[in-house]
């Protein structure tokens, strides 16, 4: 997958002139990334990247991987000079301050560690520090074509994960040991690794973030399997409910339920809707049936280089829906000590509606 990190740069150059901040400051993180398509570990030494309004972007970095940064995409869109090493002796806090306005409102990413964050407060005094979340969350917000593809891709291979894990035997083995075959099945399907694999039987499926443990999977457990991993730097993840056998008594009527409050959901997005409303399609579902204080988590969050980032499908969100966006439905009804039910889908947001990147069956699958 390739990625234009200048004209992104470019985007983020022009969203801080019109928040009238003096510059963007972004450590090693999925945002760092998204610009500059380098991948640092955050460490104790700094690494970090100023986006000034106007003029060049400078990454700062230990002498020691000032290499590293010259060799990674980010050295094929920033010149020699805008890749500044630091070398051991030398504050490179001082550094990053000269770089800096003397004064202003200065954006920092989230993922800046706070040592770093407290030690550029005392170098540079007169500078306002205010988060960068809400101008970086608006552009990754909105994927490109070449995201899209990724994003697709990790999809395919979530649903066929699904696919044969259903073929397999859950009653009478642990809950990791269904797990560890989940995650090896993301891998086979071209992820690079699996992230989380969630699989919770019985009463535990009542508890949304569910570990895997060593309970074994009984007749008549509801399982429910929310999993998913990277590809080619973007994510899947998804989410089946699945019974061993018989289903306890209730079960298929709550389950039909999160169903229609799913579907419901995913008919409500297209561009121009507020966020909110998407929650508000599936917890009317949900309300309706007497089953609202059961479903207690907001109803999706977006993905890309991160299976949690913005925009987050919660009451309260007026992010207007853009084509582009990419997000989680996932509306859930979880009766405690008995059984839950989540049905959850990645979709994108359309020119006139919206596709659904999870193809897998979302009837009730009888596993044995």
Same mark, same amino acid.
């Given at each position: ?27 090693p993180s999925p945002d760092l ?65 000269? /770089? +800096? =306005? @003397?004064?202003?409102? #200065? ?6 560690? !706070? ?6 407060? %005392? ?93 074994? /999977? +009984? =007749? @008549?457990?509801?399982? #429910? ?6 590809? !080619? ?6 989410? %089946? ?59 999706g969050h977006g993905i890309g ?32 000590? @008995? ?30």
């Amino acid at each position: 997958m390739t990625a234009d990190h200048v004209t992104r740069r470019e985007r983020l150059a022009a969203e801080a002139a019109e928040e009238r901040l003096t510059a963007v400051v972004v450590a090693p993180s999925p945002d760092l990334v998204y610009l500059t398509g380098y991948g640092p570990m955050p460490l104790e030494r700094l690494t970090a990247l100023v986006i000034p309004p106007d003029g060049d972007a400078v990454l700062v970095v230990p002498e020691l991987e000032r290499q590293l940064a010259l060799d990674s995409p980010a050295g094929q869109t920033l010149d020699g000079h805008q890749v500044v090493g630091w070398r051991n002796g030398e504050d490179p806090y001082a550094i990053l301050a000269s /770089i +800096l =306005p @003397r004064e202003g409102r #200065v954006a920092i990413g989230d993922r800046m560690w !706070a040592s770093h964050v407290l030690a550029l407060q %005392r170098t540079a005094p007169a500078i306002s520090f205010e988060p960068a979340s809400e101008i970086i969350g608006r552009l990754r917000a909105v994927k490109d074509p070449d995201e899209l593809g990724a994003l697709r891709r990790a999809a395919r291979g979530a649903d066929e994960t699904f696919r044969q894990i259903c073929s397999l035997r859950f009653l009478g083995r642990r809950e990791e040991e269904v797990a560890e075959d989940i995650a090896r099945l993301l891998v086979e399907h071209g992820h690079a690794r699996a992230d989380f694999t969630i699989v919770a039987s019985g009463p535990n499926s009542a508890s949304p973030h569910h570990e895997p443990s060593g309970r074994t /999977i +009984l =007749p @008549r457990d509801v399982v #429910v399997l929310d999993f998913g991993g990277e590809l !080619a730097g973007y994510f899947s993840d998804t989410t %089946r409910t699945v019974v061993v056998g018989e289903a306890p008594a209730g079960f298929e009527e709550v389950y039909r339920l999160v169903q229609e409050a799913q579907d419901a959901a995913v008919k409500a997005v297209r561009p121009g809707v507020a966020a909110q409303e998407v929650d508000r399609a599936a917890r009317r579902i949900i309300d309706g049936a007497g089953y609202g204080e059961r479903f207690f988590h907001r109803t999706g969050h977006g993905i890309g280089l991160e299976v949690h980032e913005p925009p987050y499908i919660i009451e309260g969100s007026e992010t207007v829906l853009t084509p582009g966006m990419t997000f989680s439905v996932e509306p859930g009804v979880y009766v405690a000590g @008995r059984f839950g039910v989540r049905i959850e889908d990645i979709v994108a947001v359309t020119a006139d509606g919206v596709e659904r990147l999870n193809r897998s069956t979302r009837e009730l699958q009888i596993v044995d």
